[in-house]
């Protein structure tokens, strides 16, 4: 799988916009970017995920840059139940499972 | 949304017992299911690859026949611990992948904390 690179946390204020970058350099054509977190002692949750447009739906929004090397989640405002470890995955169409790297743990401040 | 309900979500346990762990599909099919590992602070670490009627493919490093998995149905998945250890306390989550679709979401169950004393 190719691999993403991610900063390991990031802190914001709550009801301020939140960007968490990820580099994904060797994507390869058919690369689905996906994002899950995970909220402390739970199961991963599904974000949202893209192919080449941006996506937008009821928890975030997702950028891809033009070339796919990079991409940026956005949460529009950030709430105290936003306060996970968020990873940024890439997917191809198969049936493999998903292969999780460190993430990007995101502190909320109130 | 679809759900993965997984079971127990916390179980203790003796060393030398062994413990089974549930991942059911609520409300669709899933023909491959998914087994993770996730230790404090790290990472989560795929298993094995489930697949309903057919014998499961285990990642490398993962001893098939200490972590035993089972797929007889659309809807259900278990992974048995035998003859667990401390070391292999830890937090297992499954995960269901949905029947259609390219590069299509996964749904993930709660997780199970198993403690083995």
């Known amino acids: 799988d190719a691999k993403t690179t991610q900063p390991n946390s990031m802190e914001s204020n709550e009801e301020e916009p939140v960007h968490l970058p990820c580099n994904h350099s060797t994507i390869s054509g058919t690369d689905y970017i996906h994002w899950y977190r995970q909220l402390p002692s739970q199961g991963p949750e599904y974000v949202i995920h893209?192919?080449?447009s941006n996506v937008n739906n009821r928890m975030a929004s997702l950028a891809i840059a033009e070339d796919r090397k990079s991409s940026t989640l956005i949460l529009h405002r950030a709430t105290l139940r936003d306060a996970a470890v968020y990873y940024c995955?890439?997917?191809?169409?198969?049936?493999?499972?998903?292969?999780f790297g460190k993430g990007t743990h995101l502190i909320i401040q109130p | 949304g679809a759900v993965v309900s997984q079971h127990p979500s916390r179980v203790i346990c003796k060393s030398g017992t062994s413990v089974k762990i549930e991942c059911r599909s609520l409300d669709f099919q899933a023909t491959t299911m998914f087994w993770y590992r996730q230790f404090p602070k790290q990472s989560l670490m795929l298993m094995a690859t489930?697949?309903?009627?057919?014998?499961?493919?285990?990642e490398q490093g993962v001893e098939k026949d200490k972590f035993l998995i089972n797929h007889a149905s659309l809807t259900l998945s278990t992974l048995t611990v035998t003859s667990a250890h401390p070391e292999d306390s830890s937090f297992y989550i499954c995960s269901a992948k949905p029947p259609t679709g390219l590069g299509e979401k996964l749904f993930f169950g709660s997780g199970t904390q198993l403690s083995v004393l």
């Open positions: 893209g192919l080449t």
């Open positions: 489930s697949n309903e009627g057919s014998k499961a493919t285990y």
């Open positions: 995955i890439l997917r191809g169409g198969g049936a493999d499972g998903l292969t």
